[in-house]
């Protein structure tokens, strides 16, 4: 009976990939949301710790810009896969995790490199940018006051 109970019980990943390390053995107990160990997987996925403020606004989807201290010459672009949905509280703060995933693999990042990813949350399009420094007031000195003229 306790041999059918256990077929019903699966352990599945979200992607293919490779195990690199297995924690537990026949037997062990493992409980929801614990590591039985790491697979190593071709596609390269980004996880970025954001507060709770920055993670309300982010979703699967969005795209984002990836940069590496270790290769300062490397820009990324990815997409948001998944952001959690329980958050980490630590010292008091909350943090929840956000996975992107690499529109292109580069073999020169590597398992654990610092990132810094800038997630778009909303486009605008057909929209002029200028800077603040080039706009100027009647007067000549620098402002942010735009008329509309007719």
């Known amino acids: ?53 920055d ?20 820009t990324i672009t990815g997409e948001v896969a998944e952001v959690d949905a329980v958050g980490t509280v630590s010292q008091g703060v909350v943090s929840y995790n956000v996975k992107v995933v690499f529109d292109v693999q580069d073999e020169r990042i590597k398992p654990g490199m610092t990132v810094t990813a800038n997630i778009i949350i909303s486009s605008k399009p057909n929209v002029l940018m200028v800077k603040t420094s080039a706009i100027k007031n009647q007067d000549g ?7 509309k003229t007719a």
């Not at 996925?45 to 709770?52: C, H, M, W, Y």
């Not at 590496?68 to 490397?74: E, K, P």
């Not at 000195?141 to 008329?147: I, N, R, V």
Request: no cysteine.
């Open 55 to 74: 993670a309300a606004k982010v979703k699967v989807g969005q795209k984002a810009t990836l940069i590496f201290d270790a290769v300062s010459d490397l």
């Open 141 to 147: 000195s620098s402002g942010y006051l735009l008329k």
């Open 1 to 53: 009976m306790r041999k059918k109970k256990l077929a019903d019980y699966t352990v599945r990943a979200p992607f293919d990939g490779v195990i690199a390390e297995f924690n537990v053995k026949k037997g062990d107990t493992v409980s929801a949301g614990s590591s039985v160990g790491m697979l190593v997987t071709k596609q390269q996925i980004a996880t970025i710790s954001l507060n709770e403020v």
